[in-house]
């Protein structure tokens, strides 16, 4: 893939043709598709039925393997020379091998710079961005750069209702305060942990953050909240953003 005296060199990408047009328009070219897995055996934890609490062997399996998909796909992108990677997906399927085996999967574009300035992250390695195209051009022009996907999880075994507890709710409007209380929880926790990822990279702010749950097949008692975002830096002193324009679509 990469240029040579005998060989011109090719890129691939899954980057729409929008998206693509506007990476070059940022000054970018984009130099390949770049993906890391990681296909990850989960543990067991058993839960106490009437607490709630987080599944710590469980949100760290969920996490680990998502950090190598990551990983095995920045050194993807560093092996070809790359600034960064857009576009970046993170997948979980599950296979017929066993059900506690998981792959993780983690693709995107990776880019590279024309203009020959840094846009490594703290770390060194190519930076990465859950951005659209069209959202990565439009966060350039304002003055902002990304400089890592960040995220954070937590698994949470939400209490189960004791029989007492059904009966004095049956027919009444209640407010459920353990599952109001476990979910709340839980996502603070995936909050706080992404929040902290933003910070080890120098960051100013997570911009597109997400919260998105998953039960994985634990049961309806056990949750995993995964947050989600692009970790971003000023690079300009004057943020100037440009006014909305309309545009109408011709398609059928």
């Known amino acids: 893939m990469r240029s040579d ?20 328009e940022a000054g970018f070219d984009p130099v390949g598709l770049v993906v890391g897995s990681s296909i990850y055996h989960i543990g067991y934890q058993r839960a106490n039925w009437s607490q709630n609490q987080e ?21 993807e992108a560093n092996e070809l020379g790359a600034d960064g990677i857009v576009g970046v997906r993170l997948e979980v ?33 190519p930076f990465t961005s859950d951005l659209s195209g069209q959202d990565f ?39 459920m305060t353990n599952y109001t209380q476990a979910l709340y929880d839980a996502r603070e926790l995936a909050m706080e942990r992404m ?12 911009v597109g953050a997400q919260i998105v749950e998953h039960s994985h097949g634990w049961g309806s008692h056990v949750i995993e909240f995964f947050a989600v975002g692009t970790a971003v830096i000023s690079i300009s ?8 324009s309309l545009s109408l679509l011709l398609n059928d």
């Open 55 to 75: 599944m710590g062997v469980l949100t760290q399996a969920m996490y680990h393997a998502r950090e190598l998909a990551m990983t095995r796909m920045e050194e």
């Open 93 to 125: 399927t599950r296979h017929e091998w066993g059900e506690a085996l998981a792959e993780f999967v983690a693709i995107g574009t990776a880019i590279r710079a024309r203009n020959g300035k840094a846009f490594r992250n703290a770390h060194g390695m």
């Open 195 to 206: 929040q902290s990822e933003a910070l080890g990279l120098n960051a100013q702010g997570v």
């Open 237 to 244: 002193e004057e943020h100037q953003i440009s006014p909305p």
């Open 5 to 24: 005296a005998q060989h011109r060199g090719l890129f691939t990408s899954d980057l729409s043709v929008n998206e693509f047009l506007l990476v070059r």
């Open 137 to 175: 051009w439009t966060l350039l022009r304002a003055g902002y750069r990304p400089v890592g996907m960040v995220m954070g999880n937590c698994v949470y075994h939400v209490s189960h209702q004791g029989l007492g507890q059904w009966f004095n709710q049956v027919g009444r409007n209640v407010e």
